[in-house]
T-cell receptor
Framework: DAKTTQPNSMESNEEEPVHLPCNHS???????IHWYRQLPSQGPEYVIH???SNVNNRMASLAIAEDRKSSTLILHRATLRDAAVYYC?????????????FGKGTRLHILP | DTAVSQTPKYLVTQMGNDKSIKCEQN?????MYWYKQDSKKFLKIMFS???????INETVPNRFSPKSPDKAHLNLHINSLELGDSAVYFC?????????????FGQGTRLTVV
């Protein structure tokens, strides 16, 4: 499965936007880019996913580079509740598509 | 109203015992999963079922046996528990198979083997 690279940790101030980067230089044409997050002592939570175009939902925005080798998860206005580990995941097409393979993720700290 | 519910939330048991963790989803989803999160916080897929059919079995010891009585339930039975089985186990479900869909996770079951 194609691999993603994320910073181990990031900090941001409360009420400011947060841009979480993810590199996936070996992405294939049918791989979807997914983001999940895991708040302390909770199960992973779906955030957003996309294929080629930028995506917006109530939680975040996903900006995908034109060559698809990188993407950025954007939290428009961080709150303390957004402190979590954020996982950037590629989901492959074909028979391997039933797995969500989690990496180490980025631990996001929000400063009050 | 919980979408994916697991029971119990905590489980403490002795080595050698057999235990089960239950998972139910009320979302009408076709696909369900079991994941294990170890002490280093790595999340690893164990099993995936689609409409009660086993799809993925990821190099898990055969002491672990999933059972899906219907597509809303995926239970995990563990025989002869070992210390290394201590972890948080998460159940999840997706509407259908495929990469263009999201998964919903339960709150986890913290298993401690003593």
């Amino acid at each position: 499965d194609a691999k993603t690279t994320q910073p181990n940790s990031m900090e941001s101030n409360e009420e400011e936007p947060v841009h979480l980067p993810c590199n996936h230089s070996t992405i294939s044409g049918t791989d979807y880019i997914h983001w999940y997050r895991q708040l302390p002592s909770q199960g992973p939570e779906y955030v957003i996913h996309g294929l080629t175009s930028n995506v917006n939902n109530r939680m975040a925005s996903l900006a995908i580079a034109e060559d698809r080798k990188s993407s950025t998860l954007i939290l428009h206005r961080a709150t303390l509740r957004d402190a979590a580990v954020y996982y950037c995941i590629l989901r492959a097409g074909g028979s391997r598509d039933d797995k969500i393979i989690f990496g180490k993720g980025t631990r996001l700290h929000i400063l009050p | 109203d919980t979408a994916v519910s697991q029971t119990p939330k905590y489980l403490v048991t002795q080595m050698g015992n057999d235990k089960s963790i239950k998972c139910e989803q009320n979302l009408g989803h076709d696909t369900m999963y079991w994941y294990k999160q170890d002490s280093k916080k790595f999340l690893k897929i164990m099993f995936s079922y689609n409409n009660k059919e086993l799809i993925i079995n990821e190099t898990v010891p055969n002491r672990f046996s999933p059972k899906s009585p219907d597509k809303a339930h995926l239970n995990l039975h563990i025989n002869s528990l070992e210390l290394g089985d201590s972890a948080v186990y998460f159940c999840a479900s997706s509407p259908y198979r495929g990469q263009n869909t999201e998964a919903f996770f339960g709150q986890g079951t913290r298993l401690t083997v003593v």
